[in-house]
């Protein structure tokens, strides 16, 4: 196990501490047991070859095409009795990381929901700090702020933890309005940056953020439907048809290209058969 990257040997811990048998990620060397399926079959079938790892990803990880309900049983295959978890959801913007995430949350609900736009810096300190016309850069977020709260999620010691919203009508982010019960077992998580690295961005320590966080998935969905979806989403509130086409391809493609390049990072590369709206 020691020769396993740190992320993949956590994975791997989960998998064989929480018995979920052929809920495997892994190789079948790896998980110690027969077969590479990520779920189990329904009652009378075998297991479907879609969930098998695709012959085109790199040995290090897999990419799988799943459900939403098959998603929602391997998140909750995270979970261990007596223990926190926390799951990192990431993707290109407009992928569907939030409808993801919401969705989980909604069909586990002993889990809490923790996004990372909560960080975003207040717009008065963009505008200070010449960064207003590119906010949802990697350097227009508290990544160490970010870091921080997680870091306490893991220990909660019995206490209601609070975290930052952030709110899409104000384009700002509201301080404690997320609180996490003590007794959540499984923290969610989503954002673009949750795989950045050391030198990856030109500010703030993103490498603590994906050190503080168990395992992460990586949202992938076509070009074709994300660039549209996320030109809906700017002129949803507020931008012009015109104005969120320019916003897209002068910031959210630059970033997008930034978060795509930590793909290999992931521990899976989720691509979702049901379509993901958001």
């Keep these: 196990l020691e020769s396993v990257p740190y992320r993949r ?35 009378g079938e075998g297991y479907s070859q879609r969930m098998e790892p695709s012959s085109a990803a790199p040995s290090d990880f897999k990419v799988v095409q799943a459900t939403i309900p098959e998603l929602v049983t391997l998140a909750r295959s995270l979970m261990v009795p007596g223990e926190r978890r926390i799951l990192g959801i990431t993707g290109a913007p407009g992928a569907g990381k939030s409808t993801l995430t919401a969705a989980l949350t909604a069909a586990i609900p002993e889990a809490a929901l923790v996004p990372m736009d909560g960080f975003h810096l207040a717009n008065a300190e963009l505008v200070r700090l010449g960064r207003r016309e590119r906010k949802g850069a ?41 609180p996490v019960s003590p007794d959540a077992p499984l923290i969610i998580t989503e954002g673009n940056y949750l795989l950045l690295g050391a030198g990856d961005a030109r500010q703030g320590h993103w490498e603590r953020v994906g050190a503080a966080i ?31 086409a320019q916003w897209v391809q002068q910031v959210d493609e630059g970033n997008a290209r930034l978060v795509q390049a930590t793909r290999s990072r992931a521990d899976l590369v989720v691509q979702i058969v049901d379509a993901v709206a958001g």
């Design 214 to 244: 168990d395992v992460v998935w990586f949202l992938e969905v076509p070009e074709a439907l994300r660039v549209p979806r996320l030109i809906r989403r700017h002129q949803q509130f507020g931008k012009s048809a015109e104005g969120a």
């Design 9 to 43: 040997r956590t994975l791997i811990k989960f998998v064989r501490r929480s018995a979920v048998g052929p809920h495997c990620l892994l190789s079948e060397q790896d998980c110690g047991g027969p077969g590479t399926s990520l779920l189990p079959p329904a009652p």
């Design 138 to 178: 990697p350097d227009t977020f508290d990544a160490d702020g970010y870091a921080a709260l997680l870091g306490r999620l893991r220990q909660p010691e019995g206490q209601t933890i609070y975290a930052p919203l952030f709110d899409r009508q104000l384009e700002e982010s509201i301080g404690s309005a997320l």
